[in-house]
């Protein structure tokens, strides 16, 4: 047992606390076997039980600092053992071991011995150019291991494994153009419905997918074709079930010892970050991920939860989950910096993505929540009433620069009885579709990387239920099939056009050019690369058709529309622009005139005439003729 390595994580200095505590296959006395170690300093007496001895246990060595071990000789890969715990009150308990890194498949509870070691991994040319994203697009895919798709076999036999998933999801993500996978929670979890939010095991993949080479294989399929992948992880808190953490020795060894910090508002069992331990087991597992499996980011779940008791930003700071945050960021920072650190967090709290050096908690990204909440607030909104909450849609770009933000439609939006993005619209049936073809236009051209759930991309009406695959029979219906290649064609030209992403951060790369358009539900805005190459977005969120709307653009020339959503190929009704456009000057300043039908957004380059070909992309509608008129509204959809 490296004695260092434990004292250094009993004081709350250690990111490799998994290279000390848990099973390890190994070579003590001339005999091939096994050590277990574990750390309860409140126990009386701990025997491992396990099916190497019948379940019939052996007395493990107890250390001065609380850390007990033992050497079993002859113990194999796969084998199943437990903690067999006696209190200072005489209560015997058989306790999972915290730092087991296999699990039996729920409702079991044994660890079971695995050897992470010696995966032959083949993606060492992306780990040695991936970075944190900045200036690269980024749009990613969240799933839920369990129901993006079902084989129809019996309860546990259901799930797709992760060598399974390598082979149908990966192809899928490349064609929709997705760059990065992020999973929800696969620390191991006892309950489907919690989707992995309430943990039993921080080192243990979970088996309902199969073994933990079978996820690496996972992820070193990924990177071989060019495809990241992120993990949500859940520091805030773990499950009240008996055989894991809670009260793991008798006493309170995670947990505070004071009741009213004790529990969560989902009735889970908080960490204690006063305890320097607990902040060394959060960030070795953190580390244990990224070192092991090769995740390109770490995505943190209930961040406010850490910052706040609760959640609740009218009440003080938790200083304590603060320093864990600054402390954990830190360290992960130095040891891998070029893994993305994510937070979903829903409060207000200053500098999220600031580096900790200068006083902030050190995450490169932090989950827009804000941008979410007023863009679907907005669209709730009939069409008629949506001058009145106008500022609505300006006001995230009024603190976008506050911090580096990702733009989220996740899954909590989309459970819950809150309804799906597309339900969340107002209109009828058709309008909701052209309105949600908008959506996403804006999304992908507001500065800000990209995160959507799996099922955004086929509009479905039905709430996500983790116990059902996505409704993959909606594409044979033609409106939802048509939103399905737009989402393609819009994330392709994501990937191509580098103004959408280049510049995400930097001030110079938006700029506003009808922002106070409240009578006619209008935005417009100019989006910049660093070699000023300048795409113009218009986004009309009325029920009202207008020509000869005036753009306003840099320079004078021919310019063509790259995508607009009303094109009939994405289901709109054909009123899209002439592939050529010439800017004109008025009144001192060059303007496009454009068609911009009810509900739709389009966007447009400048090109050399020689090259206007170049702009023609599959979905690209053909011209229409317009009758000159005026700024103003001349029509509504019929």
């Given at each position: 047992?490296?004695?260092?390595?434990?004292?250094?994580?009993?004081?709350?200095?250690?990111?490799?606390g998994?290279?000390?505590?848990?099973?390890?296959?190994?070579?003590?006395?001339?005999?091939?076997?096994?050590?277990?170690?574990?750390?309860?300093?409140?126990?009386?007496?701990?025997?491992?039980?396990?099916?190497?001895?019948?379940?019939?246990?052996?007395?493990?060595?107890?250390?001065?600092?609380?850390?007990?071990?033992?050497?079993?000789?002859?113990?194999?890969?796969?084998?199943?053992?437990?903690?067999q715990?006696?209190?200072?009150?005489?209560?015997?308990?058989?306790?999972?071991?915290?730092?087991?890194?296999?699990?039996?498949?729920?409702?079991?509870?044994?660890?079971?011995?695995?050897?992470?070691?010696?995966?032959?991994?083949?993606?060492?040319?992306?780990?040695?150019?991936?970075?944190?994203?900045?200036?690269?697009?980024?749009?990613?895919?969240?799933?839920?291991?369990?129901?993006?798709?079902?084989?129809?076999?019996?309860?546990?036999?259901r799930?797709?494994?992760?060598?399974?998933?390598?082979?149908?999801?990966?192809?899928?993500?490349?064609?929709m153009?997705?760059?990065?996978?992020?999973?929800?929670?696969?620390?191991?979890?006892?309950?489907?419905?919690?989707?992995?939010?309430?943990?039993?095991?921080?080192?243990?993949?979970?088996?309902?997918?199969?073994?933990?080479?079978?996820?690496?294989?996972?992820?070193?399929?990924?990177?071989?074709?060019?495809?990241?992948?992120?993990?949500?992880?859940?520091?805030?808190?773990?499950?009240?079930?008996?055989?894991?953490?809670?009260?793991?020795?008798?006493?309170?060894?995670?947990?505070?010892?004071?009741?009213?910090?004790?529990?969560?508002?989902?009735?889970?069992?908080?960490?204690?970050?006063?305890?320097?331990?607990?902040?060394?087991?959060?960030?070795?597992?953190?580390?244990?991920?990224?070192?092991?499996?090769?995740?390109?980011?770490?995505?943190?779940?209930?961040?406010?939860?850490?910052?706040?008791r609760?959640?609740?930003?009218?009440?003080?700071?938790?200083?304590?989950?603060?320093?864990?945050?600054?402390?954990?960021?830190?360290?992960?920072?130095?040891?891998?910096?070029?893994?993305?650190?994510?937070?979903?967090?829903s409060?207000?709290?200053?500098?999220?993505?600031?580096?900790?050096?200068?006083?902030?908690?050190?995450?490169?990204?932090?989950?827009?929540?804000?941008?979410?909440?007023?863009?679907?607030?907005?669209?709730?909104?009939?069409?008629?009433?949506?001058?009145?909450?106008?500022?609505?849609?300006?006001?995230?770009?009024?603190?976008f620069?506050?911090?580096?933000?990702?733009?989220?439609?996740?899954?909590?939006?989309?459970?819950?009885?809150?309804?799906?993005?597309?339900?969340?619209?107002?209109?009828?049936?058709?309008?909701?579709?052209?309105?949600?073809?908008t959506?996403?236009?804006?999304?992908?051209?507001?500065?800000?990387?990209?995160?959507?759930?799996?099922?955004?991309?086929?509009?479905?009406?039905k709430?996500?239920?983790?116990?059902?695959?996505?409704?993959?029979?909606?594409?044979?219906?033609?409106?939802h099939?048509?939103?399905?290649?737009?989402?393609?064609?819009?994330?392709?030209?994501?990937?191509?056009?580098?103004?959408?992403?280049?510049?995400?951060?930097?001030?110079?790369?938006?700029?506003?050019?009808?922002?106070?358009?409240?009578?006619?539900?209008?935005?417009?805005?100019?989006?910049?690369?660093?070699?000023?190459?300048?795409?113009?977005?218009?986004l009309?969120?009325?029920?009202?058709?207008?020509?000869?709307?005036r753009?306003?653009?840099?320079?004078?020339?021919?310019?063509?529309?790259?995508?607009?959503?009303?094109?009939?190929?994405?289901?709109?009704?054909?009123?899209?622009?002439?592939?050529?456009?010439?800017?004109?000057?008025?009144?001192?300043?060059?303007?496009?005139?454009?068609?911009?039908?009810?509900?739709?957004?389009?966007i447009?380059?400048?090109?050399?005439?020689?090259?206007?070909?170049?702009?023609?992309?599959?979905?690209?509608?053909?011209?229409?003729?317009?009758p000159?008129?005026?700024?103003?509204p001349?029509?509504?959809?019929?």
């Open positions: 047992m490296d004695m260092k390595l434990m004292d250094a994580y009993l004081q709350g200095g250690s990111l490799e998994y290279q000390v505590f848990g099973v390890h296959l190994c070579h003590e006395y001339d005999q091939d076997g096994a050590r277990f170690t574990v750390y309860a300093p409140n126990a009386a007496r701990i025997r491992l039980i396990g099916d190497f001895n019948g379940w019939t246990g052996y007395d493990m060595d107890r250390h001065p600092s609380g850390v007990w071990s033992i050497f079993v000789q002859g113990v194999q890969e796969m084998q199943m053992y437990k903690y715990i006696y209190t200072a009150e005489g209560e015997t308990y058989d306790r999972a071991d915290p730092f087991a890194f296999y699990s039996e498949l729920r409702p079991n509870t044994a660890s079971i011995v695995y050897n992470l070691n010696d995966f032959p991994w083949t993606d060492e040319a992306w780990l040695q150019t991936r970075d944190k994203g900045y200036n690269k697009p980024l749009s990613i895919y969240e799933v839920h291991a369990g129901s993006w798709k079902i084989k129809d076999l019996p309860e546990d036999e799930f797709y494994r992760y060598d399974e998933l390598a082979e149908l999801l990966i192809p899928y993500v490349k064609k153009g997705y760059t990065h996978i992020e999973l929800m929670p696969l620390t191991e979890y006892p309950f489907d419905k919690s989707w992995g939010y309430q943990v039993t095991g921080y080192f243990s993949a979970t088996s309902r997918y199969g073994k933990p080479k079978d996820l690496m294989y996972f992820i070193n399929r990924c990177h071989e074709q060019g495809v990241g992948v992120i993990l949500d992880f859940v520091p805030a808190h773990f499950v009240t079930d008996f055989y894991a953490l809670h009260q793991f020795d008798g006493g309170f060894v995670y947990e505070s010892e004071y009741q009213d910090a004790r529990y969560s508002e989902w009735g889970t069992v908080l960490f204690d970050y006063t305890k320097p331990h607990v902040i060394s087991f959060l960030k070795s597992a953190i580390n244990f991920w990224i070192t092991y499996y090769h995740f390109d980011g770490i995505r943190y779940d209930a961040v406010s939860n850490l910052l706040y609760n959640g609740d930003t009218n009440g003080p700071v938790n200083e304590t989950g603060v320093w864990f945050l600054k402390n954990c960021n830190y360290a992960l920072q130095k040891r891998h910096p070029d893994v993305m650190l994510i937070a979903e967090d409060s207000n709290f200053l500098k999220v993505t600031a580096p900790v050096e200068y006083g902030g908690l050190g995450f490169d990204y932090k989950w827009d929540l804000g941008w979410m909440n007023d863009t679907l607030d907005y669209l709730s909104v009939p069409a008629t009433h949506r001058s009145s909450v106008h500022n609505k849609l300006s006001f995230s770009m009024g603190y620069y506050n911090d580096i933000f990702l733009l989220p439609l996740s899954h909590d939006e989309v459970v819950h009885g809150k309804k799906t993005v597309i339900d969340k619209i107002a209109g009828n049936y058709e309008e909701k579709f052209h309105q949600l073809r959506l996403y236009l804006y999304m992908y051209t507001h500065p800000g990387k990209k995160l959507n759930f799996m099922g955004n991309e086929l509009a479905e009406f709430e996500w239920d983790e116990e059902k695959a996505l409704g993959w029979n909606l594409l044979d219906y033609p409106a099939k048509d939103f399905y290649q737009y989402i393609q064609a819009l994330q392709h030209l994501y990937l191509e056009e580098k103004a959408l992403y280049q510049e995400d951060y930097h001030p110079q790369s938006f700029t506003w050019l009808d922002v106070n358009n409240a009578s006619q539900c209008v935005f417009a805005y100019k989006r910049s690369d660093l070699d000023k190459n300048d795409l113009y977005v218009v009309n969120f009325s029920n009202r058709m207008y020509v000869n709307y753009l306003p653009v840099s320079h004078y020339g021919v310019y063509g529309e790259l995508i607009n959503t009303d094109d009939t190929a994405f289901g709109g009704k054909g009123k899209v622009n002439a592939e050529e456009l010439r800017a004109s000057l008025r009144g001192g300043k060059y303007m496009l005139e454009l068609t911009v039908a009810p509900f739709s957004a389009c447009f380059k400048q090109i050399p005439k020689l090259n206007i070909s170049a702009l023609k992309r599959p979905g690209i509608g053909v011209s229409m003729q317009e000159a008129g005026t700024r103003g001349i029509a509504e959809y019929e």
